[in-house]
């Protein structure tokens, strides 16, 4: 730790310059570093003097040696030829520091930081260019097993050497020795890595400024703007020279990231590129895909997947069989064809929809083109909800399909109570996926109009802006962004993601999660709506807070064992023991009516576990099917699993060991329950209270204010 003291720094510059030439880029470069440190400055290669004294105003001294060593050479050459040892021992910090980044952040903040540190040697990154799955803490990083990370280390564009370890003999030794290699990736190995393993193998207590492991080669990737709006002060000039890591639309990310930095940079990458001739190709849009599809369309399906196809099939009856085959062979437009009167007929019932050729999308959606006066819709829609739009924006992501579900009713109510809770913030919902037109859902009436992400980035550019975005529905997200919506959401200063985990089991690949992160610059939080996934070992998993966010509850309509019917509710869950369970109870209990949940408006979804006796969850176990009948006066059944439930719930009689358990027994506890009162309001009592313990609005409502408190923590 240095802080206290003024810190005297020396700087040892190692210079490449591309037509003999220093470029304006590296002069404003070292006059940035000449505040904190004395800089020498070393060309490699044959430059006239007449250059040189274009930063003799910003430097001690300044040379020319055609070494052809790299950067290293020029660390060598000056620590031990031409400053000397001597002179840098004087000083309290040795900088190695190379020309192959544009300074676009003060490096301030970096020195404030790092010199209350008790370190030997830092740098502002750790690399690892065989890290390419997830972003890791650098701690735990470091704490890896040094055989499965052989490719870690500290970035030597620019690393700092503390006085305690740089007049060891070790060091200067490994400093004096730097021979010429044969290529980059030797010159790599052997000093950049090699530096790195010196330090390991000598105790050197390091750090970086940023204190994560990224992807990839992270400062030649889309994640070096990332870095650079969370104050990274350097970017790599390849980026614009030859774009080593594919970063796409690279010149639209740069235009707009530069207002987020201390120097603007646009005009170093031009001359940049006039100085070393580097032509930027404009790709053009090729319409191969849309050919692809249109042939595929007049295509009999088993040509495109026939082997696939009896491999799906080959275990259905043979009459299934045979109509599924009939339909294989003929081409999708045939389909089509078939499938015309109908949605003609209901296209024309419903007032909100017109025809169109284009098919609609899967899953029960629609295509803009399939709504009538569409665009009108949502213009009056932004221009009601975004007559008050003030610079913190929150945007609840929901499924735009006809069809109900607990998770789209949980977005919703958290969009609805979002509005209550805080004035200081606009809360908007929008709609997955995103080419999917932004419909009205038939099922229940939303709380907040959700209006298309399209149309919301052409009207507002806010401060702070905090996405919401259902686990199951983050790859589409990611997937399906256009150029101008990236370009949008990168151009806002202050971005944080959460994803809605309302299920664990459909949380996204690592590789979903590490785009999202890319996207907010590590903004990245996780919302749980269970307990038992809000957990440390979860932060650990995915690399960011983890929070609860209990579901809201609508009101129910209790009633008591004297109101209720013979009903007894299934939950729509595919499940492989339903159908043997379902059958027994038909089969045992003939005196009942049995219902499965299916397309059905909430309000008579809600009327309906009223009335019903009992109802039997075959999804998650602790879900809306099992919650909110209890909460109606009904007894619900489930199979007990450590995932969904509460930790500390107790271990009330309708839940089950085991599938094979409940079918043991079901029959039995139901007809127990049905013939009598006061064993059903006990249960029906004893299952509401415990279900009200770890569900209910109160704790509903603390968990939204502290996303709010945290969201609006956050700096601009």
Request: glycine share 2%.
């Amino acid at each position: 730790m240095i802080r206290g003291k003024t810190v005297k720094r020396i700087c040892l510059f190692a210079g490449y310059n591309y037509n003999n030439k220093i470029s304006e880029y590296v002069i404003d470069y070292i006059i940035e570093l000449s505040k904190y440190s004395d800089i020498y400055y070393l060309a490699d290669g044959v430059i006239p003097e007449s250059e040189l004294l274009k930063i003799r105003p910003y430097i001690k001294n300044g040379w020319v040696l055609n070494h052809k060593k790299y950067d290293f050479g020029s660390y060598s050459e000056l620590a031990k030829n031409f400053v000397g040892w001597d002179i840098i021992k004087n000083y309290d910090e040795l900088l190695l520091v190379n020309d192959s980044c544009i300074c676009v952040n003060s490096f301030k903040p970096i020195f404030d930081k790092m010199d209350a540190k008790d370190l030997d040697a830092w740098g502002l990154l750790f690399t690892d260019e065989a890290n390419i799955f997830k972003t890791y803490d650098a701690k735990d990083y470091l704490l890896k097993d040094k055989t499965s990370t052989p490719n870690l280390c500290i970035g030597t564009y620019f690393i700092s050497v503390r006085s305690s370890f740089f007049k060891k003999p070790v060091f200067q030794n490994f400093l004096n020795s730097v021979k010429r290699l044969n290529n980059r990736a030797e010159v790599c190995e052997r000093y950049e890595i090699g530096l790195y393993l010196l330090l390991l193998q000598n105790n050197a207590k390091m750090s970086c400024y940023f204190e994560r492991v990224y992807r990839y080669s992270t400062t030649y990737m889309t994640e070096a703007f990332m870095l650079l709006k969370n104050g990274f002060p350097l970017l790599k000039v390849r980026i614009f020279v030859d774009n080593i890591g594919c970063i796409k639309n690279v010149d639209g990310i740069a235009a707009t990231c530069e207002k987020f930095c201390d120097f603007p940079y646009l005009n170093y990458v031009k001359n940049i590129r006039l100085e070393r001739n580097i032509i930027v190709k404009v790709s053009k849009k090729k319409n191969s895909k849309k050919i692809k599809n249109i042939i595929k369309y007049f295509t009999p399906v088993f040509v495109i997947d026939f082997f696939s196809f009896i491999k799906r099939k080959k275990h259905q009856n043979l009459k299934q069989f045979l109509k599924k085959l009939f339909k294989y062979l003929t081409p999708e437009i045939l389909h089509d064809a078939v499938k015309l009167p109908k949605v003609l007929v209901k296209t024309f019932k419903n007032k909100q929809l017109r025809f169109s050729l284009k098919k609609r999308p899967p899953y029960y959606g629609y295509y803009p083109c399939h709504i009538k006066k569409y665009d009108k819709i949502q213009r009056n829609r932004i221009r009601m909800q975004l007559e008050n739009c003030n610079d913190n924006v929150v945007i609840f992501f929901n499924i735009m399909r006809e069809v109900i579900s607990g998770g789209m009713l949980s977005i919703d109510r958290l969009a609805q109570h979002s509005a209550a809770v805080t004035k200081d913030v606009t809360i908007l919902q929008s709609g997955l996926p995103l080419n999917n037109a932004i419909i009205d859902n038939p099922f229940f009436e939303y709380s907040v109009l959700p209006i298309s992400f399209k149309y919301i980035i052409k009207e507002i550019c806010p401060k702070k802006l905090l996405l919401n975005i259902p686990e199951a529905f983050l790859p589409e997200f990611i997937d399906n962004l256009s150029d101008e919506e990236i370009s949008w959401l990168w151009s806002i200063p202050d971005l944080h993601i959460n994803i809605l985990n309302q299920a664990d089991e459909f949380m996204p690949s690592t590789h979903y999660i590490e785009e999202a992160r890319l996207l907010c610059a590590d903004n990245l939080a996780i919302t749980a709506a269970h307990q038992r996934y809000c957990t440390k070992e979860k932060e650990i998993q995915y690399q960011c807070p983890v929070y609860l966010l209990t579901p809201f509850l609508p009101n129910f309509y209790l009633t008591t064992f004297e109101q209720k019917q013979k009903i007894i509710i299934f939950s729509p869950d595919i499940n492989e023991h339903k159908e043997l369970i379902v059958n027994l109870l038909e089969k045992e209990l003939p005196d009942f009516k049995f219902v499965t949940i299916s397309k059905m408006k909430l309000e008579d979804y809600k009327k309906l576990i009223s009335k019903a006796m009992f109802t039997i969850t075959f999804g998650e176990g602790y879900d809306g099917y099992f919650i909110e009948p209890a909460l109606s006066g009904s007894i619900s059944f489930a199979v007990y699993n450590d995932l969904y439930f509460p930790k500390n719930m107790n271990k009330l009689d309708t839940l089950y060991s085991s599938w094979q358990d409940l079918k043991e027994k079901i029959v039995e506890d139901i007809k127990r329950y049905s013939t009598n009162a006061d064993e059903f309001n006990l249960m029906s009592t004893l299952l509401r209270n415990e279900v009200k313990r770890f569900t209910n609005n109160d704790l509903s409502y603390k968990n939204l204010n502290e996303l709010y408190a945290r969201f609006l923590k956050s700096k601009n």
